[in-house]
C-alpha cells in the first residue's frame, strides 16, 4: 500500500490533533472560547487592580487550575513593577458536560427514532428502541466530563507585604509553585 504525501501529512496532523488534546492544560496564555476555553486571561480594573482567570481543559485537575491562577497573578505583579498582592475574592467554577456515543438520528428514520427513556435506581438512566437488538441491554458509553475554571481580582501593592491572610509575596509564589507548573511543549 503506497501513501501519498498529502494523505500521510493529513494523518500526521490528526495525529497530532489528538495527542495535543490528551495533556492537561499547560501555563499558557488563553485560547479557545466557551466550554474549550484554556489557560489564563487577565484584565485590569482600575490602576493595581485586576481580574486574573486560569481555565484548565477537562485532564487538568482542580489543584493544578488553582496553582496556576496564584502563580499568574504573582507573575502579573512583577510585571506591574509590584512586590505583594492582596487577593479580594477567589472562586473556582466546576463546569460539567455529559456526552453519549449513541449518537442522536442513527436510527432508521434519520433524526426521528421512537425509543423511550426510564431511569432504574441501580443502573441509571436506560433507554429502549424497537428498532435494536436487545431492549434492556443497549450497549453505549455515557461519558461525563468536568472542567474547572479560577477567577480571583487581585490589588497590587509595593514594599512590604502586608500581615494579611489574603496578600502573597509575588517572589516567594513563584520561587515555590515555579517547579510545580508545567510550561506548553514545543511542537
Avoid at 472560547?33 to 484548565?56: H, K, L, Q, W
Avoid at 485537575?61 to 475574592?89: I, K, P
Avoid at 425509543?115 to 443497549?138: A, T
Wanted: proline share 7%; charged share 20%.
Amino acid at each position: 500500500m503506497k501513501l501519498s504525501a498529502k494523505s500521510l501529512a493529513l494523518a500526521l496532523a490528526g495525529g497530532l490533533a489528538v495527542a495535543s488534546c490528551a495533556y492537561p492544560t499547560p501555563y499558557q496564555p488563553a485560547t479557545g472560547t466557551g466550554f474549550s476555553r484554556a489557560g489564563y486571561s487577565d484584565e485590569m480594573i482600575e490602576p493595581n487592580r485586576f481580574r486574573v482567570s486560569f481555565a484548565g481543559n477537562t485532564l487538568t485537575s482542580r489543584e493544578t487550575v488553582e496553582r496556576y491562577l496564584l502563580y499568574r497573578s504573582a507573575q502579573l505583579t512583577l510585571e506591574q513593577g509590584g512586590d505583594f498582592f492582596v487577593m479580594v475574592n477567589r472562586d473556582t467554577d466546576h463546569q460539567q458536560r455529559t456526552y453519549n456515543s449513541q449518537p442522536f438520528g442513527a436510527g432508521p428514520y434519520g433524526y426521528w427514532s421512537p425509543y423511550w427513556s426510564y431511569y432504574r435506581p441501580r443502573y441509571g438512566w436506560r433507554y429502549w428502541d424497537p428498532f435494536y437488538d436487545d431492549p434492556f441491554g443497549r450497549n453505549f458509553d455515557v461519558r461525563t466530563v468536568d472542567r474547572y475554571e479560577a477567577v480571583a481580582e487581585i490589588m497590587i501593592g509595593r514594599g512590604p507585604k502586608p500581615n494579611d491572610v489574603h496578600a502573597f509575596d509575588a517572589r516567594a509564589v513563584i520561587q515555590n509553585l515555579g517547579p510545580q507548573v508545567e510550561m506548553p511543549r514545543a511542537r
